[in-house]
């Protein structure tokens, strides 16, 4: 009955790869988000979908592409990783656009070596 | 974009003993929220505050929406070991923006 689910959990790989994260929420919420979470454990939003649209596309590289096949799930593709990419990504879910508590998945750890 | 200042950065205490921390903003906030996280977890929800000088509590947690509409505080009474973690406030800038801010945490480690 888990409500935000993120795959995988852990993903190491090597500089210059492309790897996918995957979510999905099953809570009804139409809108979706991504963040990342440096080390110093500060949340940055990346991207917000609101029924599959994009909403917010804050300064990320364009190495990062998300994808929403549908409402209820938000993928993230990165490609070419960087040794500055390494941080726990998460995604999360809310019912609307305003100021609505979010539903926080628990993180995909991302290690580049 | 907004700042958030949440204060403190951390704080390390005895089980038993309460808790007070807090968040300012530069700007007027329509909604505050308070999120706790543990290792290895995401953030979860606590408290949500809607309204400017709502006073809402959580079991042993409490928390307000400050009357200026640029700042919040939680506090937790008599805490215990598992109150460990990260807490985050959170909030909405009026003007309708849809992009959270959220503080940088205070990080709560508890003695038994």
């Known amino acids: 009955d888990t409500a935000v689910s993120q795959t995988p959990k852990y993903l190491v790989t090597q500089m210059g790869n492309d790897k996918s994260i995957k979510c999905e929420q099953n809570?009804?919420?139409?809108?979706m988000y991504w963040y990342k979470q440096d080390s110093k454990k500060f949340l940055k939003i990346m991207f917000s979908?609101?029924?599959?649209?994009?909403?917010i596309n804050e300064t990320v590289p364009n190495r990062f592409s998300p994808k929403s096949p549908d409402k209820a799930h938000l993928n993230l593709h990165i490609n070419s990783l960087e040794l500055g990419d390494s941080a726990v990504y998460f995604c999360?879910?809310?019912?609307?656009?305003?100021?609505?508590?979010?539903?926080f998945g628990d993180g995909t750890r991302l290690s580049i070596l | 974009g907004q700042q958030l200042n949440q204060s403190p950065q951390s704080m390390f205490i005895q089980e038993g003993e309460d808790v007070s921390m807090n968040c300012t903003s530069s700007?007027?906030?329509?909604?505050w929220l308070w999120y706790k996280q543990e290792p290895g977890e995401g953030p979860v929800l606590l408290i949500a505050?809607?309204?400017?000088?709502e006073l809402t509590s959580n079991g042993r947690l409490t928390a307000q929406f400050g009357i200026t509409r640029k700042d919040s505080f939680l506090n937790i009474s008599a805490s215990i070991p598992s109150d460990v973690g990260i807490y985050f406030c959170a909030g909405h800038a009026s003007g309708g923006s849809y992009i959270p801010t959220f503080g940088r945490g205070t990080s709560l480690i508890v003695h038994p």
């Open positions: 505050l809607y309204k400017a000088g």
């Open positions: 999360a879910s809310s019912t609307g656009t305003g100021s609505q508590p979010q539903h």
């Open positions: 809570l009804g919420h139409d809108t």
């Open positions: 979908y609101n029924n599959k649209e994009l909403i």
């Open positions: 700007s007027i906030f329509n909604t």
